[in-house]
């Protein structure tokens, strides 16, 4: 064999085996997908902030077995991750982070971090792009109106209230009803128990429930304590007292005016005049009659 075959063979042979090679690592790198960035460790200085999320509802929202059950219920739809998960990509589909991490609110520091501040956003409208529902509800509301955004009420790296108790937490601004406006409530010991009150549903779908945002207060709310006593709330006896609200409804009729005799011929109303008038047509024929048979 010549030494000009003995080179092309070579390099057919290289050619080759250099085609089946990046053919595997591009396999490889299609099943991987795209490496996901690596998730700063916040905790370095942050630490109590941190150790606040790690006990927030956000810590467990891609990991918690209530969302994993509806995941695997909805055939582990891709969107769901948009908002169980940080960095979600939908091109690829990875994502850098399970649950909802710092940088899901903070966006990527700025080089040379802590130099530059984090950028965050805590506006009601960037909380309801995943809190679609409670967005919806606080819009319709009294605090919606008002601009009284998710972080007044509730702490954003615990997720939980900035009181211990709704009471409190509600009084700081309702301060004329703070102790329950005075109504008989022995049940209820928060105002969310009426004003946020919703209906128990085991077939609740995670996200999409109502939340009582809206904070009015319903007929279910009452029907809670109440059941079918409701309507028995106003009842009134012979012998009670009338209740404030109610007594327009138990006032007597106001009694109808009796006619003395002999009032009818003071009317003045048509019925009357037409009355006299046959009256007097018939009185003067009588009249005339009598004469006429005298004469004759």
């Known amino acids: 064999m010549s030494t000009t075959r003995i080179l092309i063979a070579i390099c057919l042979i ?9 053919l595997c690592m591009v396999g490889d790198a ?19 902030r941190v150790k606040q999320w790690e006990s927030s509802s956000h810590a467990e929202a891609f990991s918690s077995d209530v969302f994993q059950s509806s995941w695997s219920a909805a055939k582990n739809e891709k969107y769901c991750l948009s908002c169980h998960t940080t960095g979600y990509d939908a091109n690829s589909g990875n994502y850098t982070q399970k649950d909802v991490g710092c940088q899901a609110c903070h966006k990527p520091g700025p080089n040379g971090h802590p130099a530059g501040p984090m950028s965050v956003s805590d506006s009601a409208e960037f909380c309801g792009t995943c809190h679609t529902t409670t967005y919806h509800e606080w819009q319709k509301s009294g605090h919606g109106k008002a601009n009284v955004a998710c972080n007044s009420c509730h702490d954003m790296h615990a997720t939980t209230l900035r009181f211990t108790s709704a009471a ?9 009803t703070g102790s329950q406006a005075g109504m008989p409530m022995s049940t209820a010991s ?3 128990d009426c004003h946020m009150y919703t209906l ?11 939340t009582g945002h809206s904070f009015v207060m319903d007929a279910d709310a009452c029907q809670r304590c109440h059941k079918d006593d409701i309507h028995a709330a106003h009842k009134i006896t012979s012998t009670s ?13 106001e ?5 003395a005799p002999g009032s009818a011929s003071h009317g003045t109303g048509l019925p009357g005049v037409a009355g006299g008038a ?12 009598v004469i006429t048979r005298r004469k004759a």
């Open 278 to 289: 046959l009256g007097g047509l018939v009185l003067g024929f009588a009249t005339a009659s």
């Open 190 to 192: 928060e105002c969310t």
């Open 168 to 176: 409190d937490l509600c009084s700081t601004c309702h301060k004329e």
């Open 30 to 48: 299609h099943a991987e997908g795209p490496q996901p960035q690596q998730t700063p460790d916040c905790s370095t200085c942050h630490a109590d």
């Open 241 to 253: 007292a009338p209740q404030p609200g109610t007594d327009k409804l138990i006032k007597a009729p």
């Open 14 to 22: 290289a050619a080759a085996t250099m085609l089946i090679v990046g």
């Open 200 to 210: 128990p549903d085991t077939n609740r779908v995670e996200g999409k429930a109502p």
């Open 255 to 259: 009694p109808i005016p009796s006619i």
